[in-house]
């Protein structure tokens, strides 16, 4: 069950495969509702027309990932301009002729014509806006501007296009049209304190509905609805429109633009009291209510992420610490063990040990390291152990990379081989062997260590498994696997991880 939910997170989510067949049932159930009769016969075989004559481009979307890593950029960009440009477009041509053969291409040509504009335009903006995601822009724009900064943007905006707009067209806005199709900069700048007159008054018209947004994120929401309830919360909203709605009406009206045309009133009069001018802030404050709640659950969801993010980072600096002192301890004890033996290879030993405590205390600091690096202090570390043991075993380093700059957590893969070596190699009495494979592309890497040992009832797990284990849980969540294995006189350990 858990592996179906995988799946389909993958092939649904991930790669917004999703996206494109959300946009296929819009488009189909907009042709099944102008079609007579309204039939499921319409809609489904609309859908089965769409998806089926771009299969490509879901195939594309579904391989994604794995064909950026197969294929070259030239080539990757090559395919997507086929699937996104050539093949819409070719569909579409093909779209307004009639066929000797019964192929429902004949009537759908606006569709087609639609999507082939369209289906570049939305995987670009999806592109966009993975990211801006990935980098936290949407969320660090949240957190910078907030809703009512976005908001007050927005007003600014369109004040200032409204007003060119009408300076632009002056004729027009004259005789109450509301058609003003373009923006003319030199006529702007020409009358450009009429400009600023029409942007100012604007500006009043629209902060005279952000008033009641206020009034709603600020008083009604935090001290009404969550404090007593729905009921009050209602009666509070139509206190609110009573009370302020006449006071900025009456504003309003005073606005020589309001004045020049009536329309921009929602009563198309200069009468304050008018039921459509209280409509309008009660469409405002009922409108408001979903987005306030909305961002305030956002705002408090972050926090609250946060705060988890400050506690992993807290309790991966501890398990760090760990490895640190475990470390230290082993390779003290292969030193001690040199010099009692009075080994020629004592300084060479020494030297080694400094570089390799040298990047277990600087790299080890670091959030990720290389992979070709973490490989280097892999084999610095073999290399001394097989100096060190004085006994006869089989040692391979299998390594299969395909990106060295592939990025882990540093002193991760190091815990495996340590394992085998203080439970495996060191307490073996004949022959004993360790093999290690280390596979790796740009989105995933595999590490199996095998090392043969002898069941011993006294020997207790030591903290490096257990140390591994909660690293991988809060550094790879729902992104690894790990699993141990004792069979016939050999431990296996498998690991693997994967960019989500």
């Known amino acids: 069950m858990n592996g179906h939910l995988k799946w389909t997170r993958f092939a649904w989510l991930n790669n917004n495969l999703w996206v494109y067949f959300a946009l296929f049932l819009v488009l189909s159930a907009e042709r099944a509702t102008n079609l007579t009769p309204h039939s499921w016969q ?119 296009l409204f007003s060119m707009m009408i300076v632009s067209n002056q004729e027009i806005f004259d005789r109450q049209e509301l058609i003003m199709p373009s923006v003319d900069l030199v006529l702007v700048f020409r009358h450009f304190f009429r400009f600023l007159a029409y942007a100012l008054q604007f500006s009043l018209i629209y902060l005279s509905l952000y008033f009641f947004y206020l009034l709603n994120s600020r008083f009604l929401i935090p001290e009404i609805l969550k404090r007593r309830g729905i009921l009050l919360y209602a009666i509070g909203v139509a206190g609110g429109i009573a009370l302020f709605f006449p006071i900025l009406s009456q504003i309003l009206v005073s606005l020589p633009l309001v004045r020049d045309a009536k329309s921009l009133m929602p009563s198309q009069t200069l009468v304050v009291f008018t039921e459509l001018n209280a409509l309008l802030p009660g469409i405002v404050l009922i409108t408001s209510l979903p987005l306030i709640v909305a961002f305030q659950w956002f705002k408090q969801n972050s926090e609250i992420t946060k705060l988890e993010k400050q506690h992993i980072e807290s309790e991966l600096l501890l398990l760090k610490q760990q490895i640190n002192p475990h470390f230290f301890f082993n390779t003290l004890h292969n030193l001690y063990s040199l010099s009692l033996a009075k080994s020629d290879q004592t300084p060479e030993v020494i030297v080694q040990l400094s570089e390799l405590m040298r990047y277990v205390i600087y790299k080890g600091k670091e959030k990720e390291v290389p992979l070709s690096e973490e490989i280097n202090y892999i084999e610095d570390y073999l290399h001394l152990q097989q100096i060190r043991l004085h006994k006869d075993f089989e040692l391979q380093f299998n390594k299969s990379v395909e990106d060295p700059s592939f990025l882990l957590p540093p002193l991760l893969l190091i815990i495996l081989i340590e394992n085998a070596f203080k439970h495996g190699i060191e307490p073996a009495q004949g022959k004993c062997f360790l093999t290690i494979h280390l596979k790796s592309n740009s989105n995933s890497l595999s590490f199996k260590c095998s090392n043969s040992f002898e069941p011993n009832p006294e020997n207790e797990p030591g903290i490096g498994l257990k140390n591994l284990q909660r690293r991988l849980s809060l550094l790879f969540p729902d992104q690894h696997h790990f699993s141990v294995q004792e069979e016939e006189g050999v431990f296996t350990a498998n690991l693997e991880v994967w960019n989500p």
């Open 42 to 160: 319409h809609y489904l075989s609309c859908l089965t027309l769409l998806a089926g004559l771009n299969a490509p481009l879901l195939a594309f979307t579904y391989w994604r990932e794995r064909l950026k890593v197969r294929l070259s950029i030239w080539s990757f960009w090559l395919l997507w301009a086929g699937v996104f440009l050539a093949i819409p477009i070719i569909i579409a041509s093909l779209s307004q002729f009639r066929w000797q053969f019964h192929v429902p291409l004949f009537g759908m040509r606006d569709y087609f014509v639609m999507l082939a504009i369209l289906l570049p335009i939305l995987d670009l903006g999806l592109l966009i806006n993975a990211l801006a995601a990935q980098k936290g822009a949407i969320i660090n724009w949240l957190e910078k501007w907030g809703i009512d900064g976005t908001i007050l943007i927005g007003i600014t905006f369109f004040s200032l």
